[in-house]
């Protein structure tokens, strides 16, 4: 029985999800991120994505991305969760 085929996938995909835990996280421009983007931040779902928005919107832009704890439902913990993540440029 041969069983190469199996192992060359086994360590393809082995390869393929090491790969991904190690990336890089992707920063997300608070300012100019739509709803969907912001909902992937830890912590923040789809209304508190579209609190995000609505206070960019009324407001104007962030100054820094500690200004985020400023949106009613976003605390200084779910800033600090992402705060690799964040960005205002």
Do not use: C, W
Not at 17 to 34: K, M
Not at 56 to 61: D, K, Q
Not at 63 to 71: E, S
Request: hydrophobic share 50%; charged share 20%; glycine share 6%.
């Amino acid at each position: 029985m041969k069983r190469t085929p199996f192992i060359a996938t086994l360590v393809l995909l082995i390869s393929l999800f090491t790969g991904f835990a190690h990336a890089e996280p992707v920063a997300i421009n608070i300012n100019t991120a739509d709803v969907a983007t912001l909902a992937e931040l830890t912590g923040v779902g789809q209304s508190k994505a579209e609190a995000i928005v609505a206070y960019r919107e009324a407001n104007g832009p962030f100054q820094a991305p500690a200004d985020l704890a400023q949106v009613k439902g976003i605390g200084a913990r779910t800033v600090e969760k992402n705060a690799d993540r964040l960005t205002v440029k």
